[in-house]
């Protein structure tokens, strides 16, 4: 038989015992709250999965995914989270397209200097965002996905074999180039589409800058993009502009054309 307990041993008993309970609350009792009530805190945009892993997506649950009108919802409301200005009734909201070579830091130029800018006289606020992020810095987490999917480097293995940061991975899923063309287009055009929810919560038609000298007529902005952003314009979500020179600067006026009738001709 073991000798009873010393009273220091039923001190040090009861603070484990204590301590036991204590964290039993702080880790069950939330867990018990979200299962009763359905709750659970919203994920934060910046936890994403490092870049240098690469994930293997089928291809199949990918183009499933981007073609559907719920993928501009989570983009949105990706995009509301990291800049809630967004959703607020009043702000005019700028979104940016480019495509061709040289245009995409004329874009990044333009989004800067609306985001810099102090508020107006009446006071109204001005946002701009792109197909990669509420801002040039804040990246949506589905554009950082899309990154960590690989698509173009499993479009082009080599002897079966997918080249990723100098590593060599066997793709479970092999992918095509006709896929993952259409994969980034039909997330482009679920971006371009994010329109027409932003003007819903701000009651303002969205405009809309596009950097798109020298694009190719069959790549992503004249293939996607642009009929969209045709036929929002015409049910007046948008309002078009076309730089007419890399060097376009947003508040002035004669630097740009307006509407999709007068964009540039694309390079065939």
Excluded at 205 to 213: G, N
Excluded at 231 to 258: C, L, P
């Amino acid at each position: 038989m073991y000798p009873p307990p010393s009273r220091t041993d039923r001190n040090l008993w009861y603070s484990v015992a204590a301590g036991i309970v204590i964290l039993a609350i702080l880790v069950l009792a939330p867990i018990a709250l979200t299962g009763s009530s359905g709750w659970s805190p919203a994920p934060s945009p910046v936890t994403v999965s490092s870049p240098f892993i690469p994930v293997f997506t089928d291809p199949a649950d990918k183009l499933r995914e981007t073609a559907s009108p719920a993928f501009t919802q989570k983009l949105f409301l990706e995009a509301g989270t990291y800049e809630p200005l967004l959703h607020m009734n009043g702000t005019q909201v700028h979104m940016g397209f480019w495509s061709g070579r040289g245009n995409h830091g004329s874009l990044v130029r333009l989004l800067d200097a609306i985001n810099d800018q102090p508020l107006s006289a009446d006071r109204t606020p001005q946002r701009a965002i792109w197909d990669e992020g509420a801002t040039t810095s804040n990246q949506y987490p589905s554009y950082v996905t899309m990154l960590n999917e690989h698509w173009y480097e499993r479009a082009s293995p080599r002897n079966g074999t997918v080249i990723i940061f100098g590593a060599g991975f066997p793709d479970p899923h092999p992918v095509t180039l006709a896929e993952a063309d259409t994969i980034w287009g039909q997330y482009s055009q679920r971006y371009a589409d994010m329109a027409e929810p932003i003007m819903q919560a701000t009651g303002k038609p969205v405009k809309v800058w596009c950097y798109v000298e020298g694009a190719r007529a069959n790549r992503i902005f004249y293939t996607y993009e642009f009929p969209e952003l045709r036929h929002m314009e015409q049910d007046g979500i948008v309002t078009v502009y076309f730089a007419k020179s890399r060097d376009a600067n947003w508040t002035q006026a004669g630097d740009w054309t307006i509407g999709t009738a007068n964009a540039p001709a694309p390079v065939m």
